[in-house]
């Protein structure tokens, strides 16, 4: 087991490593740069923009930027916003929460009523209901998640106002029952694809085990079928549900990134698009390795659980 | 996906083939839904009373069904039914061309990798997870954002981000395949890796290939239409589904069709491509481990 | 921008003033009351009371006002921080933390103007309670100039030599060359505690930068990084109010977010960028709220890289000029809100020359224009001459709608003539980089304010020798060259005197209207809006923002 975990381990900071140098490249072999807004400003001239690329480090040549980057990083120090000079972490753990909160409760609803719809699904294969739902799942997969949250603010709050058009709060109020007012149109917009994901796996997975000689075996034994289902059937297909779970994660979080910036949530998708748009180099890269941190993390707790859950697999 | 599961007395409407017509029944309708599309995007513009580039700004923001304006017009007065299948051709050429990019590096690294084991195919292998361990819309953005943004950088672009997939498939067929005896045969007939990688191993592993294929087109659309609605895709005045939406949020309380419209059209051709890909990957009998 | 003989009196720039008016236009029914105090009715409360939220569509994010800021950090500076003196909407300079405006007249500066000097105020503390100094004055020059501090501009401050600090209400230092301007760009320099940053290990990364100390009217409270920044009234206050108790700035990073929740009331000020021009109309019938249309300083144009080839004839640049429906232009893609412009100089300055001949959309003229210059239609339609071509790239912002629109719009316009315009539109962080800095582009759609506070000087953006591309150093990225307009643009830098000045001005005006290196499309026009309950909201043509005195700012009980 601690074999296995070092290896992991070892892989993960390969990956990083990859990761690192593939975005930093992408980054900085582009023109542009952090300085381009201060272009138009009254009264700004190249003088001064020279001096402030000169004093920022942006003119070293990007392999010694890099190093430099990585050993920084090594010591802990992921480097500070060019935006507000806050240190990298703390600007990303400031917009985290927002994101999670919304993978969160877009996770928690769509697996509820995915595995739902999954089990109910593969308990009456090809009846109408999962005809149904299976045409729905693949539709769903195929609507634009921008889109989605669009036509949602245009029913729910341009025609019918019920619900706000963006943000994760109301200044000045911040109640649970704000927060959830404004989290609902979002949350739900997220939800579509996963529930489809979801309901998808689960009745695949449902349906590989019901034909199996145990179930077949408990159902000889005279249980009810219902007790069958929760006690046998559901229980066995969740455990490939967990490593999905962790392979999804890149997904959910792509998808929270797109919700966010049309409902202008406040989370780590609105930071990546605003730190784009300002070159703000240091927090894109912190971005781009927590998140693939948080991806590599997801897949590693998934393995891990699917092992605690399921002793007939061995981690070797 | 297990057929084994159906009971033996189930009605005839339950059984198997049934079944699989019905999937098939919908990779049809697919297909049929994207021919009539593609084919609306070549010949209609041709059709159409308005150029798609054609500005009248007294009759901006018409409604659909406006005179002959089907579609309504854009906040330039331009048609949008002719802009829409304007910008079909662009997404679908980009969707496809993306897709037969991506295609083409995923089966190289896949079948490299998968053919080559040890330290080549190990490191093409962390490289993949590296691709797929950051959302690809982070790089996707960051790539775009950064480049010029004509179709052809988009179409790269794109590529650059979802070959990811078909290399995983491909590199674990090729993996299962190079044990098998005809490769076993070709490696003592003294014939160059190369060959035995492209025109032994490769053709046994077109079924997956193809079928994720198809869905990579699905997902071309969507990612060229995500980008272009931020403003970092397709530029105008050349018409994507995307960009159509790009700043149809603007309009969305007094020209709501600006959004309707183009959103539905990407919804039918991306359902349009899953449904095939589902079709064909019954039809070929590929396990669905990837939806 | 060297300055070297002042003869002139400085006291007449002050005097006369820059006469720029922000000009206001009430909306709907006739309001008496809409620039500055109300005629009757409302006076500020006694203790400042409630709240106010003002949305801002990018995030503030610099606290230090010396270090690189863009608009919508000046708005939050405003607040926190006092300069020296300020620049009033009219154009004039009023007192600050300084007691009196220097001049040549008062004594403020030398006859040369070469010598500086300024008194202070004695009753200002800062927020945490120290006293204000001229120590505090003499830190914030020295710091921007300091080569380790990663301060903005530095335009001006770099003259500056030998500071003294003759008590603590008094400072004097020395100029290496009379440069007018530099009360402008002392109008927005903020100055920053000594005991504070001077204190911190590095300025460039001390605590201050998030937490700031200021002498404003308001005192900082909290930032929600991504969402808002809360300030918090500063009862200790020397100057004007403050009257509410908290203000908050709000970022909106949607326009269409920030108008909805202006129309919801979560916002009670729209700030930058303010009303979408389509929302215009709707917005006039919010019941509850005061909508305002506000000119501003930024000039749209068309900026044409003079070292291209097809803009070396100037037959061809009238030709493009004569062939932009202008007015339509205004009129439909921006609900007519705009001004029509012939100049760089917003209509409400004083050096404003309201003599240029006027641009008329005609494409005949744009034809003849071009037949006359022997540009003659080669393939495709297309003009060219000697192997040029006549087409070109336009470029600007990928993302603002507007300019997308008027871009496509101008397209199919010059196509009528024969000229072919493509269109390659980049992010921002690509297109204002060197695309932008270094002349890379063929043309650009842009808006750019040419003012610096109210002063007129345009040697960075004109002058022959501020040119990037060829080794310059100011921002004329247009590479435009003229002679005549260097030695006015000197002229005018040595001038002070306020009547000889507008004269050079206006012929600097008239001579780039004739060469045509850009072609002005309009002064821009804001759609602003706020609760109905709040007074003390008045637009300054002369800062980049619209919260510039949110002291004044109250809820009318």
């Given amino acids: 087991m601690a074999g296995y975990l070092l290896n992991r381990l070892w892989q993960s900071v390969v990956l990083l490593v990859i990761v690192s140098i593939i975005g930093f490249a992408v980054l900085n072999l582009t023109p542009g740069g952090p300085l381009s807004q201060f272009a138009l400003t009254p009264g700004m001239t190249q003088e001064a923009m020279d001096r402030i690329a000169e004093q920022m480090g942006l003119n070293r040549p990007l392999p010694v930027q890099y190093l430099d980057w990585g050993w920084r990083l090594l010591q802990g120090d992921w480097g500070t916003s060019y935006r507000d000079g806050q240190p990298v972490l703390d600007v990303i753990g400031r917009h985290i929460t927002a994101t999670l909160l919304l993978m969160g409760t877009s996770t928690a609803f769509s697996i509820a009523i995915g595995t739902w719809i999954g089990i109910h699904g593969a308990t009456r294969p090809y009846s109408i209901f999962d005809y149904t739902v299976t045409i729905g799942a693949m539709v769903a997969l195929s609507i634009p998640t921008f889109w989605f949250g669009l036509v949602g603010i245009y029913i729910f709050t341009l025609e019918l106002g019920w619900l706000p058009a963006g943000n994760m709060y109301t200044i000045g109020d911040g109640s649970v029952l704000d927060y959830l007012h404004h989290l609902i149109m979002p949350s739900l917009v997220l939800s579509l694809v996963n529930v489809a994901v979801w309901s998808r796996y689960m009745r695949t997975a449902t349906l590989d085990v019901i034909n199996q000689e145990f179930v077949k075996t408990a159902r000889a034994k005279g249980l009810t079928e219902r007790r069958v289902l929760m006690k046998h059937v559901v229980g066995n297909a969740m455990v490939p549900m967990i490593t999905l779970a962790g392979m999804q994660l890149p997904s959910i979080l792509g998808g929270a990134l797109v919700t966010e910036t049309v409902f202008t949530w406040p989370g780590m998708g609105r930071l990546f698009l605003d730190s784009l748009g300002y070159s703000d180099y240091p927090v894109v890269m912190g971005l781009l390795m927590v998140s693939a941190i948080l991806v590599l993390l997801g897949s590693l707790i998934a393995d891990l659980l699917v092992a605690l859950v399921d002793p007939r697999i061995r981690v070797s | ?291 | 921008m060297r300055m070297t003989d002042q003869k002139a009196k400085f006291a007449a720039t002050r005097r006369q003033a820059l006469k720029m008016l922000g000009i206001t236009t009430a909306a709907g029914v006739f309001m008496p009351n809409l620039l500055g105090r109300p005629a009757f009715g409302a006076t500020p409360p006694e203790t400042p009371t409630g709240r106010i939220v003002v949305g801002f569509s990018q995030e503030p994010t610099v606290f230090n006002p010396l270090m690189p800021r863009i608009e919508v950090d000046d708005g939050v500076h405003f607040s926190l921080f006092d300069t020296l003196f300020r620049i009033a909407p009219d154009g004039s300079f009023t007192p600050g933390l300084a007691t009196e405006v220097p001049s040549i007249e008062n004594g403020g500066i030398s006859e040369d103007g070469l010598e500086w000097r300024v008194k202070l105020r004695d009753d200002v503390k800062w927020h945490d309670g120290e006293a204000f100094t001229a120590e505090d004055v003499k830190y914030t020059l020295e710091l921007i100039v300091n080569p380790n501090f990663r301060s903005w501009r530095t335009t001006g401050h770099t003259l500056v030599r030998d500071i003294t600090v003759v008590s603590p209400t008094e400072i004097t230092w020395k100029m290496e060359s009379a440069f007018a301007p530099y009360l402008s760009f002392l109008a927005d320099t903020f100055i920053v505690p000594e005991h504070i940053l001077g204190a911190a290990e590095d300025p460039n990364t001390a605590p201050f930068n998030n937490a700031p100390v200021g002498t404003g009217p308001f005192k900082w409270g909290s930032r929600t990084a991504g969402d808002h920044v809360e300030l918090i009234a500063n009862t200790e206050y020397f100057g004007e109010g403050p009257y509410v108790e908290r203000l908050i700035y709000k970022y909106i990073p949607d326009l269409t977010v920030l108008y909805t929740q202006f129309k919801s009331g979560d916002i009670d000020i729209i700030g930058s960028q303010y009303i979408t021009p389509d929302n215009y109309e709707e917005a006039k019938t919010l019941p509850g709220k005061v909508i305002t249309t506000v000119s501003t300083a930024t000039v749209e144009s068309i900026y044409l890289n003079m070292e291209r080839p097809q803009f070396k004839d100037l037959a061809v640049r009238q030709a493009i000029y004569a062939a932009i429906d202008k007015q339509t232009i205004i009129d439909a893609l921006y609900y007519g809100l705009p001004t029509p412009t012939e100049t760089y100089m917003p209509q409400e300055s004083a050096y404003f020359n309201p003599e240029l001949p006027k641009q008329s959309y005609d494409v005949e003229k744009a034809k003849q224009l071009l037949d006359e210059a022997g540009w003659v239609a080669g393939a495709g339609g297309i003009r060219e001459k000697d192997g040029v071509r006549l087409s070109f790239t336009n470029s600007t912002t990928s993302g603002n709608h507007l300019r997308e629109q008027a871009q496509q719009f101008i397209q199919q316009s010059l196509a009528e003539v024969g000229i072919e315009m493509k269109i390659s539109n980049l992010p921002p962080a690509v297109m204002w980089g060197e695309f932008w800095t270094q002349s890379q582009f063929d043309t650009a759609m842009v808006g750019v304010i040419f003012m610096i506070g109210a002063d007129p000087d345009v040697t960075y953006r004109f002058h022959s020798e501020a040119i990037p591309a060829q080794g310059g150093r100011g921002a004329n990225t247009g590479q435009y060259q003229n002679p005549e307009v260097d030695a006015l643009l000197e002229e005018g830098g040595k001038t002070f005197d306020q009547e000889k000045r507008k004269a050079i001005y206006r012929e600097v005006q008239a001579k780039i209207r004739a060469d045509l290196p850009f072609l002005p499309l309009f002064q821009n026009m804001t759609v602003r809006g706020r609760d109905a309950g709040i007074e003390g909201v008045e637009p300054n043509i002369n800062t980049r923002i619209d919260t510039w005195n949110t002291g004044s700012y109250y809820w009318a009980s």
Avoid at chain 2, 76 to 91: M, P, Y
Avoid at chain 2, 199 to 206: D, K, T
Avoid at chain 2, 237 to 253: E, F, I
């Fill in chain 2, 1 to 291: 996906m297990s057929a084994l599961a159906i009971p033996a007395q189930t009605p005839w409407w339950r059984s198997r083939g049934v079944r699989r017509f019905a999937r098939h029944r919908l990779a049809i309708i697919g297909l049929v839904m994207i021919t009539l599309l593609t084919l609306a995007c070549i010949v209609g513009p041709y059709l159409l009373p308005y150029d798609s580039l054609y500005i009248d700004l007294r009759a901006r923001f018409a409604p659909p069904l406006t005179g002959y304006h089907f579609l309504g017009t854009d906040p330039l007065g331009r048609d949008v039914a002719a802009r829409l299948l304007e910008a079909g051709r662009i997404s679908l050429l980009v969707g496809f061309f993306a897709m037969l990019l991506s295609t083409m590096i995923g089966t190289l690294i896949g079948v490299v990798s998968g053919y080559y084991r040890g330290a080549v195919g190990a490191t093409l292998m962390r490289i993949v997870d590296a691709f797929l361990s950051f959302p690809s819309i982070f790089l996707l953005l960051a790539l775009a954002a950064l480049l010029q943004p004509t179709p052809i950088m988009i179409t790269i672009i794109i590529a650059l981000t979802s070959w990811m997939e078909v290399a995983r498939i491909v590199e674990a067929e090729v993996r299962s395949l190079r044990e098998r005896d005809f490769v076993q045969a070709s490696r003592m007939m003294g014939l160059s890796s190369a060959h035995i990688m492209f025109r032994e191993i490769l053709p046994n592993a077109m079924g997956p290939i193809i079928v994720a294929a198809t869905l990579t087109v699905a997902r071309a659309i969507l990612l060229e239409a995500y980008v272009s609605f931020l403003g970092y895709g397709i530029q105008p005045p050349l018409p994507s589904w995307g960009n159509m939406l790009n700043g149809a949020q603007q309009y969305l309380s007094t020209a709501p069709w600006l959004a309707i419209i183009p959103g539905i059209t990407i919804t039918i051709a991306v359902t349009s491509f899953n449904f095939i890909g589902d079709g064909l990957r019954d039809a070929l009998d590929v396990r669905s481990d990837h939806m």
